[in-house]
């Protein structure tokens, strides 16, 4: 051992680690192995991988016997809570983080799932109607939010030149801030060895969209966010384009509870839908995985009919920074979730394995685990027809398809409540693709009736950054 530990700058300590903790098999790739695979050996912590592989400090569900349906304010208009939040949005008091660790493999695609056109006329991407959304916020209330979007090792580089290449969209790049999650090694599930990816290369995973906290806090991005007097950051995730970023009523709300987090909820469609379900538990938010929530509960209904248990989780956040702060320096906090996966992997006696079924544990931190430590905290409904259509399969559910069509139907109601008349079938679906660039509104209030009439609508049909009609070329 002591020649291959000298092959490479690697440290004793290091070695009589991983030897401890069952990661000896690791130091055989030393020879050859260049300084970068001696540096992530040094990065291991091999005591918490095997706490992690023996189940201890993972993730557990709240006390199911304890878990009641959870206070939610309806959704609608409320005149004080815009107001409160459109003042904070003025003073520069609200940032916005973007998850974009995702890529788009399930779509087809070698990109970051953020470079997937969606637009259902412009084929505008997942990252330029999210990107124009903060700009359009900017030109509203004086003041454009901060910007962050995390991104992983898998992501980083090309979103970051997909940016740089579209003028970062009209932002500002100052205002603009990447920054990428941790990673966590895959084990073997049954021995607990860290899995190589190749000779002298660990197969790593990121560590899941609650590695934002962690490193949000360890770059530190939330004390620069502090510094220019953000007192409070909304967050979302990438794969969906109908959320309304930094929506001032959700903000005002959040202000005017005093809330340290507060979620977005949409109704679920019926128990078998795979959403997180909001509960309360001794006082304090909870999301339950659905897989989690009792059948008895998961179909429970209330007098109206309605699941009792139908809060579902959007992944629409606002957390207040000094709760981030304070969260992201208790790591107990936010436990790490198993999951069995199926992970290709090399052995010195094989070579490379393709596994036939699940073959290794992926260790990951959800956003939501932070919920329980928040007071007060805060629910608010959003109709799911205007903030959730997540873009995940290539084909079937949550489809390109079905996103766009979701976008067209948004852009019909939209213009509906505006005063102009759109022909659509039952289903609310337009006669032909409608979209509305979020450069022209954010709401049905930005659209201006009189520019926007018209009698054929047997066309795809696209609302431009000027607020006028644009017919595809």
Not at 43 to 49: E, I, T
Not at 107 to 135: M, N, R
Not at 139 to 148: D, E, I, M, Q, S
Not at 376 to 391: C, Y
Request: one cysteine or more.
């Amino acid at each position: 051992m002591e020649t291959l530990i000298m092959s490479v700058p690697l440290s004793p300590q290091c070695a009589s680690r991983l030897t401890a903790h069952g990661q000896g098999h690791l130091l055989r790739c030393l020879a050859g192995a260049g300084p970068d695979y001696a540096e992530s050996l040094e990065s291991l912590d091999p005591a918490l991988l095997a706490s992690l592989f023996k189940g201890e400090g993972l993730a557990s569900p709240p006390d199911l016997t304890s878990l009641e349906p959870p206070p939610v304010v309806p959704a609608g208009a409320n005149a004080a809570a815009r107001a409160a939040g459109e003042r904070a949005l003025r003073a520069g008091q609200v940032a916005v983080v973007l998850v974009a660790g995702g890529q788009g493999t399930r779509l087809g695609s070698d990109q970051p799932k953020g470079c997937f056109p969606v637009g259902p006329v412009s084929g505008a991407t997942l990252y330029q109607i999210h990107a124009e959304k903060v700009l359009a916020l900017g030109r509203k209330h004086g003041k454009t939010p901060v910007f962050l979007i995390m991104t992983s090792s898998a992501t980083d580089a090309a979103t970051r030149d997909f940016f740089s290449e579209h003028g970062h969209f009209g932002l500002n790049p100052a205002d603009v801030w990447f920054f990428r999650q941790g990673e966590m090694p895959a084990v073997d599930r049954q021995t607990g060895r860290i899995l190589l990816e190749a000779p002298g290369k660990l197969f790593t995973a990121p560590d899941g969209h609650g590695g934002c906290l962690a490193a949000l806090s360890r770059q530190g991005w939330l004390d620069k966010l502090a510094a220019r007097g953000v007192s409070d950051l909304f967050y979302f995730q990438v794969d969906n384009p109908l959320v309304a970023i930094a929506d001032p009523v959700f903000i005002g709300h959040h202000i005017l509870k005093g809330s340290q987090a507060s979620s977005k909820v949409i109704l679920r469609r019926d128990p078998s839908e795979k959403l997180g379900v909001f509960a309360r538990s001794r006082g304090r938010c909870h999301i339950v995985e659905y897989s989690d929530l009792p059948a008895a509960m998961g179909t429970a209904t209330a007098a109206d009919g309605s699941l009792l248990f139908g809060a579902g989780n959007p992944a629409i956040h606002l957390f207040s920074v000094p709760f981030l702060t304070r969260a992201a320096a208790g790591d107990s906090l936010m436990p790490y979730h198993a999951a069995v996966k199926k992970v290709p992997f090399w052995m010195e006696e094989c070579g490379h394995v393709k596994p036939g079924t699940e073959n290794a544990l992926k260790f990951e931190k959800f956003m939501f685990d932070v919920l329980p430590h928040a007071d007060p905290w805060l629910l608010v409904e959003t109709p799911r027809e205007d903030e959730f259509a997540p873009l995940k399969n290539a084909q079937g559910a949550d489809s390109p398809q079905e996103v766009r069509a979701a976008l067209s139907r948004l852009a019909a109601r939209w213009l509906a409540a505006a005063g102009i008349r759109v022909p659509v079938d039952p289903a609310g679906h337009p006669t032909a693709p409608l979209e509305i660039s979020p450069l022209a509104a954010l709401e049905p209030n930005d659209l201006n009736p009189e520019r926007l009439r018209r009698t054929d609508w047997s066309i795809p049909l696209h609302v431009g950054p000027d607020g006028n009609w644009k017919e595809p070329r």
